[in-house]
């Protein structure tokens, strides 16, 4: 019970961060191995694990506050040529002129990153370990390799935009954040922007003991996220638990009654369709289904239209009351879908068989047009 309540703030405040839209991928998940699920961090902003970096970076600060970040798409190392490249020199000069080229350019790019101010360097390419050496000595932190969804995650809370060149970095670039540090957190290492100025995105540090087990509560929270973020796009609600099938089988019973067509035979055995719900529920809970069915059908004759299954105590329950609730739209969209399934089975007048995939003798009684007609 504990981490339930633990759980369903966490999952409640982290969709609360999104912006109207409720994007779901602007709430990251990252599992680290350890500790216990109680040990659960929600990091208003981004964090995201350390990437791989050279020699120099543990020289580097590990927090700032209010720095400047730069976020690139650019390669800050010195890149081996093709394999089919060729360069012909004809002297020593000549080949020292191309190194100091190349070392030329990337000093011009570090040096441009440095005057504009610039405290935190990403990248979602390679950084060097030159480029690395070069940031540490002048107090500045860098990371490369960072991936995608996290650089986007970063500038949907810090702000600025990603640049593929070091000639654009200003301030309206380049974003921001309240505090970065790096901290330690069971056997790694992460990177954490918070107080964000734009932040509409949040990411969940998630501990726990073996892998499996932190993968079946990524997913338990996956789905308790989809379903916050679907009460606040849709507010309707309705009982779970085969209630509310249970009451519209009781109303469209009462209305075939009044029916002297053969409408009454098709109204009804929608009514009776719908009792599929709450009786699935009982088997898949091992209970007796038709015990529950009939005290469900009691209840509703008498007008109490929120009783459904309580799997908690193999008994009926007020699930209005007792908080198990389904957005109406969720329901609305399965009533049409199933019998929009169901018109088109019955559209099905005749049917096709091919010989070569029916088993064998293709014997016995002819086929037929459809619903039992012979041909």
Same mark, same amino acid.
Request: with cysteine.
């Given at each position: ?21 409720? %994007? ?86 570090? #040096? ?34 960072? %991936? ?48 964000? %100025? ?12 073996? /892998? ?32 509310? /099938? ?71 329950? #007020? ?20 019998? /929009? ?8 007048? /005749?049917?096709?068989?091919? %010989? ?20």
């Amino acid at each position: 019970m504990a981490r339930k309540i633990f759980f369903k703030k966490m999952v409640v405040d982290a969709v609360l961060m999104l912006d109207t839209l409720l %994007p779901l991928d602007m709430i990251g998940i990252k599992k680290v191995p350890g500790g216990g699920l109680e040990d659960t961090l929600l990091v208003q902003g981004v964090a995201f694990k350390k990437t791989f970096s050279y020699a120099g970076f543990e020289m580097q600060p590990k927090s700032y506050d209010n720095p400047k970040i730069a976020l690139l798409n650019i390669e800050l190392e010195l890149k081996a040529e093709r394999d089919n490249a060729e360069v012909r020199v004809s002297n020593v000069a000549e080949y020292q002129k191309i190194v100091d080229a190349e070392w030329g350019i990337l000093y011009d790019k570090l #040096d441009k990153i440095h005057q504009s101010g610039a405290k935190i360097v990403l990248s979602k390419l390679p950084i060097g370990d030159v480029a690395t050496q070069y940031f540490s000595d002048r107090d500045m932190f860098c990371a490369g390799r960072v %991936p995608e969804e996290d650089l986007k995650r970063t500038i949907k809370a810090c702000g600025g935009s990603v640049l593929t060149t070091v000639g654009d970095l200003k301030d309206s670039t380049m974003g921001t954040c309240e505090r970065f540090e790096e901290k330690q957190i069971g056997s790694d290492r992460f990177n954490f922007f918070t107080g964000c %100025p734009h932040a509409k995105t949040c990411t969940v540090v998630l501990r726990g003991g073996a /892998e499996q087990f932190m993968d079946e509560t990524e997913r338990s929270l996956h789905d308790a996220i989809m379903i916050v973020r679907r009460a606040m796009k849709n507010d309707a609600i309705v009982a779970g638990g085969g209630a509310i /099938e249970m009451e519209l089988s009781k109303y469209l019973r009462d209305v075939s009654r009044t029916i002297a067509g053969k409408e009454q035979l098709l109204i009804g055995a929608y009514a009776k369709a719908l009792e599929v719900i709450p009786r699935q529920l009982c088997d898949n809970a091992g209970f007796d289904s038709t015990n529950i069915l009939n005290k469900l059908r009691q209840k509703h004759a008498q007008g109490h239209k929120w009783y459904g299954v309580d799997i908690m105590n193999e008994d009926i329950a #007020d699930n209005f009351h007792e908080c198990v609730w389904e957005p109406s739209l969720v329901k609305i969209n399965a009533l049409t879908a199933a019998s /929009e399934a169901a018109c088109l089975i019955l559209s099905v007048d /005749e049917t096709v068989k091919n %010989p070569k995939s029916g088993g064998g003798d293709m014997g016995g009684m002819p086929a037929g047009r459809g619903r039992g007609r012979p041909m």
